[in-house]
């Protein structure tokens, strides 16, 4: 099957389209591991996105969708695939549907994973890492021993710019002016599935599976 997972930030597509990939047995792409992938390998399309990536520049569509159509010409989306987060704009999703089509498959499933702002704010503005051993936290699932402190060296526990609550509010707000278009671009083309994320991992997994169960027996 070929997925697409999307979702505001928090949502928990990337778990959740490591968990599906892992129990389909089909690759997940992130284009940030992608990307890194093809930088570290100093491939050419590598070299390409590098430039942009060190002048902090987004990198090209042209170049997200050669590295997924590289995948495809080296075999590894022949029993499908899951892609996370991408695409995030129509010409995006154009250039992806013309390359299913050259490639003579089509994209199955359009999952959007649902989550209210309060439970996005929650997850976000309750992570915190240790500077010094990199340790990630996260209230109120995974709490440090002593408040505050990591577990394993004792290092104060810092929270990333971007989950400060304003900074989450803000990206929300980006997230859904950025997404609408595509959210209906895909339910136009009957491939939209809304899936309720706001529990916990395991009832979210359930409920894609039984969903693409479902899918394949149409």
Do not use: W
């Not at 803000?170 to 671009?185: G, H, M, S």
Request: neutral net charge; proline residues 5%.
């Amino acid at each position: 099957m070929n997925l697409i997972f999307l979702g505001p930030p928090g949502s928990g597509k990337g778990t959740q389209a490591r968990r599906i990939s892992h129990e389909l047995k089909i690759p997940h792409l992130s284009t940030g591991d992608l990307l890194r992938e093809a930088v570290r390998d100093n491939t050419e399309l590598g070299k390409k996105a590098r430039k942009y990536m060190e002048a902090g520049d987004l990198v090209p569509d042209d170049i997200i969708i050669e590295l997924i159509e590289e995948k495809f010409r080296n075999g590894e989306l022949n029993s499908g695939g899951i892609l996370d987060g991408f695409p995030r704009t129509i010409p995006q999703a154009e250039a992806l549907n013309m390359m299913f089509e050259k490639h003579r498959t089509v994209i199955d499933k359009v999952i959007l994973l649902t989550v209210s702002d309060q439970e996005v704010i929650k997850r976000l503005s309750g992570r915190f890492y240790c500077p010094t051993c990199h340790a990630g936290y996260n209230y109120p699932i995974h709490v440090p021993r002593n408040e505050g402190l990591c577990d394993k060296d004792g290092t104060r526990l810092l929270r990333r710019h971007d989950d400060e609550v304003n900074v989450v509010m803000n990206r929300l707000e980006v997230y859904k002016k950025q997404t609408a278009p595509i959210v209906d671009f895909y339910h136009r083309a009957d491939k939209l599935s809304e899936i309720r994320a706001d529990d916990g991992p395991d009832l979210i997994s359930e409920r894609i599976l039984k969903l693409l169960t479902e899918v394949k027996q149409v």
